[in-house]
């Protein structure tokens, strides 16, 4: 069963665990808390950047968020949080709080940019968290996939995001299918947009991936990579019949592609960053969707 593996970290043995014992400080645990102090930096503050903000900001940490255009696409933020920011123009570069930790939340995307670019702000002590996805996995069989398979170099965006992981220390996370606020998936069938097939989708709920994005910035190794999806991979059909019976939309054309999915597993990130999710089952989150569609309650 994908969704279940076991969320008990062995606290006596995991490194990151270590400032929950009654041990005075260590010097792994200083650096941790050093690294909370530094500012967060949202790379390209789109979708998941405006729910991490808000979780930022909540958590007390120093956040700013980037914008090609931030005085138009920035409005959910404090005006003095605001920054410039453009990966193909050098000169925003410059705007970035050095000794911060960047969370890029685009497609690396192209490679020497984004490699130019790494080595600019690591030069400047900066660290870095990129937002990826679960498509870096290629399609096999069947079978779950976890962070221990190799990932599809051919992919331009899987190749760049490898090179920011083993040359630059960067934390990877391979996202499912994002939803939420406003990218509803019961909407998606609703719209047409979805057949109801026997492929598997893998999903997560975007106030899961801001809480896993800042768990991972205090509690991940540089350099490590992680699956984040809700551990339940879903066929669409079975999606599609609880959408007929609970909230009474009517069933999508049935499709018979050959395309069977995949089924990720999030042990990984659940266990060694001690995450535990806010929205574990799809129908409950959706439910609440449906009545506060644009999350202004959460
Ligand atoms: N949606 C999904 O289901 C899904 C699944 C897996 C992974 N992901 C990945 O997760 C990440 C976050 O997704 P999201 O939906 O939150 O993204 P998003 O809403 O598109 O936000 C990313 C923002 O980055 C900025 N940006 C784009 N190109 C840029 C560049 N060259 N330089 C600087 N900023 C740039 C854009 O903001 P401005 O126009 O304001 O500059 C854009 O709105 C993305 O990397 C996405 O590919 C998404």
């Known amino acids: 069963m994908p969704g279940a593996c076991s969320f008990l970290p062995n606290l006596a043995s995991a490194p990151h665990f270590e400032s929950l014992r009654s041990d005075p400080p260590n010097l792994a645990s200083i650096a941790r808390m050093e690294r909370t102090k530094q500012p967060i930096v949202i790379l390209g503050a789109g979708y998941t950047g405006k729910f991490l903000y808000r979780l930022a900001r909540k958590q007390g940490e120093t956040v700013f968020a980037t914008s090609r255009w931030p005085e138009n696409h920035l409005s959910f933020t404090r005006p003095e949080d605001r920054l410039a920011f453009d990966l193909h123009r050098k000169e925003t570069w410059e705007s970035l709080p050095p000794q911060s930790q960047l969370i890029w939340c685009f497609p690396a995307l192209p490679a020497k940019a984004a490699s130019a670019f790494a080595r600019h702000m690591t030069s400047q002590k900066c660290r ?15 079978g779950i996939i976890d962070e221990t398979m190799e990932v599809d170099l051919a992919k331009p965006r899987t190749q760049s995001e490898e090179d920011l992981r083993k040359i630059h ?130």
Not at 210 to 219: E, N, P, R, S, V
Request: with cysteine; net charge positive; aromatic share 8%.
């Open 169 to 298: 220390g960067a934390i990877v996370l391979r996202l499912a299918g994002l939803y939420g606020p406003g990218r509803n998936v019961l909407d998606w069938i609703r719209k047409g947009k979805i057949f109801s097939s026997e492929r598997y989708v893998n999903l997560i709920h975007v106030e899961d991936v801001a809480g896993i994005c800042l768990k991972a910035l205090t509690h991940a190794p540089p350099g490590s990579a992680y699956i984040v999806s809700d551990g339940v991979p879903r066929r669409w059909s079975e999606i599609c019949t609880m959408a007929v019976r609970r909230w009474g939309i009517p069933r999508p054309p049935h499709s018979h592609g050959k395309d069977g999915g995949k089924q990720l597993s999030s042990c990984k990130v659940l266990r060694e960053l001690n995450y535990q999710l806010r929205y574990p089952d799809l129908y409950e989150a959706l439910d609440i969707l449906e009545q506060d569609p644009r999350g202004t309650h959460s």
């Open 128 to 142: 870095f968290l990129v937002l990826g996805t679960t498509s870096a996995f290629p399609r096999l069989g069947g």
